[in-house]
């Protein structure tokens, strides 16, 4: 019975941001890569831990689990999750939308430098 359950769940339909990456923000900034195991690994087996340790990064892990049915049940399970005093914000990894940042900066950088070359003034 837990076997046909078990394979019905492995054929849903899955959004399209789902995948096996997850970003966690607000940390505690003394949480140990043992105690993020322990949280995270109750829903399956973890590939890799990456906790920020950077002054920009503190607070903020990326877990990568090996099956993407794990990594939505720890992303629906742990998200809001209190954790030394602290609720957890869990997303799914999604490289586009921070390419997509990045690019924009990038092309307000190259914008500016344009108008500069130009004499065109700011309107900021």
């Not at 590939?47 to 920020?52: M, Y």
């Not at 869990?90 to 500069?116: A, G, I």
């Amino acid at each position: 019975m837990a076997m046909a359950a078990s394979a019905k769940n492995r054929n849903a339909r899955l959004p399209p941001e789902v995948n096996r990456v997850l970003f966690v923000r607000n940390l505690p900034f003394n949480i140990t890569s043992e105690e993020m195991y322990d949280i995270f690994g109750k829903y399956g087996a973890i590939r890799q831990i990456r906790l920020g340790c950077e002054k920009d990064t503190r607070g903020t892990a990326f877990v990568v689990y090996e099956d993407i049915f794990d990594a939505k049940a720890a992303c629906d399970h742990l998200n809001g999750f209190n954790v030394m005093g602290r609720y957890l914000i869990v997303l799914y990894y999604q490289p586009n939308k921070v390419t997509k940042k990045m690019n924009l900066q990038k092309k307000e950088e190259e914008l500016r430098e344009l108008k500069s070359r130009y004499g065109i003034p700011d309107q900021d």
